[in-house]
């Protein structure tokens, strides 16, 4: 059991997370949907077991529900305000389920790695550029999932999490299916193997890779009936009426618009590069780091599971090779790999915890530390979508402009 002054310790860290994460929401909000999120609710299943219309269905059920009509720009708003309210509250809960969980030794790493994940959630979710994205729900989904993991009963329910989350995007399946995947693996490789975890582990991994193929292969099939329908709402959901037009054509009418996403992947590409400069010291870290890991594993199997371990963000490869929303992506690849450490510092793994040992022993003798970090995080977020962030947005667009135009 923790002691009070322990407890008191932890709950002040936890209030302090809140207050970052309403500054950060009351600094990012501004009270919009962009078409794209609009767009989606039009999405449902009552047009057939098509892709990305989980939420919409959700949508309709309780417009079906409450006496008001919304299927109307200004109530879609509002809900979203309220949903994404909600899902904060539900990341502080995680934050509140980890921190009780850790040991005192390991506490300011866990508190580090948390504070970097809210910073980033908050900011990104409640900035307009991905506010009220879908992406929201497949980061809950998996978290929920890690969250059950941890706590160790019933864990087949984080294979029905990694199916809803699937149900609301089939892109889940390279985002954040890898949290719950890799934790998947990482019980089973551990100690004996544990037939149950390889079943799980299975059994989402086939079920998430079927939907994905049904959704992307097979679900259009009478796009051109449902469309005048499906397009009426998305204008009366969407502000002004202009809805996101490329999302309905690719969804509804299976067109594929690819194409037209050529013109981003110049800035994509020196936005990364511009990332991994201003960067390097961290990625070096990283690197070093999660090299760490593998090479003090013993045996083909424990090398083999912290390899997926490190490796468990390469799932958003295809992403970042066919798509251009790279701000979306890294994103996904930070949240997995500061919700991953934390998992592993929780279930109290030899091998992570012998890696940082000796950083977090070289770190604290240096108290700025945790302030400079952060301020890092701080001047990264929020993630946008087809750009990174903000910063370096402007930064690669001034530089292009004045410096490789010529290319």
């Given at each position: 059991?923790?002691?009070?002054?322990?407890?008191?310790k932890r709950y002040g860290f936890l209030l302090s997370l809140s207050f970052v994460s309403i500054a950060l929401f009351c600094g990012n909000y501004n009270g919009t949907l962009r078409s794209y999120n609009s767009t989606m609710l039009a999405l449902s299943y009552k047009y057939g077991f098509t892709s990305r219309s989980l939420l919409g269905t959700i949508y309709h059920v309780i417009n079906r529900l409450l006496p008001i009509n919304m299927i109307d720009y200004r109530v879609a708003v509002v809900f979203a305000t309220i949903v994404t309210a909600l899902f904060f509250l539900y990341v502080l809960h995680f934050c509140k389920v980890c921190v009780f969980r850790c040991d005192e030794k390991y506490l300011p790493v866990v508190e580090v790695l948390l504070s970097a994940f809210v910073i980033c959630t908050v900011s990104t979710f409640s900035f307009c550029h991905n506010f009220f994205r879908v992406d929201l729900f497949m980061m809950w989904m998996s978290c929920i999932g890690v969250e059950i993991l941890l706590k160790g009963k019933q864990p087949w329910l984080a294979v029905v999490c990694a199916l809803i989350g699937i149900l609301f995007h089939q892109g889940y399946i390279f985002m954040y299916f890898n949290m719950i995947l890799v934790f998947f693996i990482y019980r089973w490789l551990s100690g004996k193997r544990n037939k149950k975890y390889f079943f799980?582990?299975?059994?989402?991994?086939?079920?998430?890779?079927?939907?994905?193929?049904?959704?992307?292969l097979f679900s259009r099939t009478n796009g051109l009936e449902i469309f005048p329908a499906i397009?009426?709402?998305?204008?009366?959901?969407?502000?002004?009426?202009?809805?996101?037009?490329?999302?309905?054509?690719?969804?509804?009418?299976?067109i594929d618009l690819s194409a037209s996403e050529r013109g981003f992947v110049r800035g994509n590409l020196l936005q990364s590069a511009l990332l991994f400069i201003l960067l390097f010291p961290l990625w070096k870290g990283f690197l070093q780091t999660c090299a760490s890991v593998v090479k003090r594993a013993s045996g083909f199997q424990e090398k083999f599971k912290y390899f997926i371990i490190v490796a468990g963000g390469?799932?958003?490869?295809?992403?970042?090779?066919?798509k251009v929303d790279y701000g979306r992506w890294y994103m996904a690849v930070f949240a997995y790999y500061l919700v991953i450490t934390v998992v592993m510092i929780l279930e109290k793994d030899p091998v992570f915890l012998d890696v940082i040992d000796p950083i977090q022993k070289k770190w604290s003798k240096k108290n700025s530390w945790i302030v400079v970090y952060l301020l890092l995080v701080v001047l990264f977020v929020p993630f946008m979508d087809v750009d990174i962030?903000?910063?370096?947005?402007?930064?690669?667009?001034?530089?292009?402009?004045?410096?490789?135009?010529?290319y």
């Open positions: 059991m923790i002691d009070k002054i322990k407890a008191d799980l582990t299975a059994i989402s991994f086939v079920s998430c890779t079927v939907l994905l193929f049904w959704f992307e397009e009426a709402e998305a204008k009366a959901l969407s502000f002004n009426g202009v809805y996101h037009t490329t999302l309905l054509y690719h969804e509804v009418l299976g390469l799932t958003m490869l295809p992403d970042y090779l066919l962030n903000p910063l370096l947005r402007d930064l690669a667009t001034w530089l292009d402009a004045n410096f490789l135009h010529f």
